[in-house]
């Protein structure tokens, strides 16, 4: 099925994102943070996996590059592949979210490895420490998603075909995985993707993302993709803001539940759930608007030399 193959630019720091046309602004905002807090003697291989988005925001992406040493940015469609994926995804999920499955066909088979990340985040600190760290036999390095810790306590459903599951009986009656309590948020991914697919078809992923109607969509797949090939990172690398509003909530269940969990410097902080810092107030909102605020100001002056 495929007819070309992305090759590395040179040998570089790998980070992917995907996005749609909606999101091209706050990713844009995604990437400046990460471009600020970069290691300059690196090298940074930006890839965007996309479908839509407009000539307007691919010039805006792209300026990001304009006299950056060592980054390389590039837009690619994923439009080809849109047969092959679900219509609607549900939840608060864009259709875009499940391009990064596609990471695992021989498209990218000149990559080795590849450090995934989420549009809807600001990047903290240097993520070259994180895409070098050693995945010790395991295939996929991400942060476990945390927000089952309360779901567990309450019982909350989750649904797969419309069929209820508590949060931990859906993740091994549900989705079968064998190790569920390392079931993981996607939102940050490193990627061993050699190892992946020697092991994985594309016809094994679509077949699976298709199978089911999924709470989580292609998040519930990965797991499934990656049960028992995980190493677990920190959750400085994902620190999803749902912790922190447990943290500030003053309930003492909530503080009990989360306390360890708490980071003061959080390397990459995610922005998770319905309301996002560019909609309304946001716990760290303030983070993203720093960021924004920053990247307009050198936009004004048509200089963007981080």
Known sequence: ???YRIRPAYEPVVICFASDNNYAPHLRVAIYSLLCNRDKTRCYDILILHKDI????????LSLENKQENVTIRLLSMEKWSYKLPKEVGYYYTVEATYRLLLLDDMFADYHRVLYLDCDMVINGDVSRLYDMALEGAQIAAVRAEEF???SRTKRAVFLDNYPYNVDNYR???LGMKVPENYFNSGVLLIDLEKARQRLSMDEVFELLNRHKYTYCDQDVL??????KVKTLDITWNYMTFVEEHLRSGNVNSLELYRDLERKQPQI???VGRIKPWQDEKVLG?????YEKEMEELDA???LSL
């Open 149 to 151: 810790r309360v779901y």
């Open 301 to 303: 002056k048509k200089i």
């Open 223 to 228: 797991n499934m993709l990656f049960d028992g």
């Open 54 to 61: 407009s000539e307007e925001n691919q010039e805006k992406i």
């Open 172 to 174: 091994t009656d549900a």
């Open 269 to 271: 902080i995610h922005y």
């Open 1 to 3: 099925m495929t007819e």
């Open 286 to 290: 303030e983070y993203y608007r720093k």
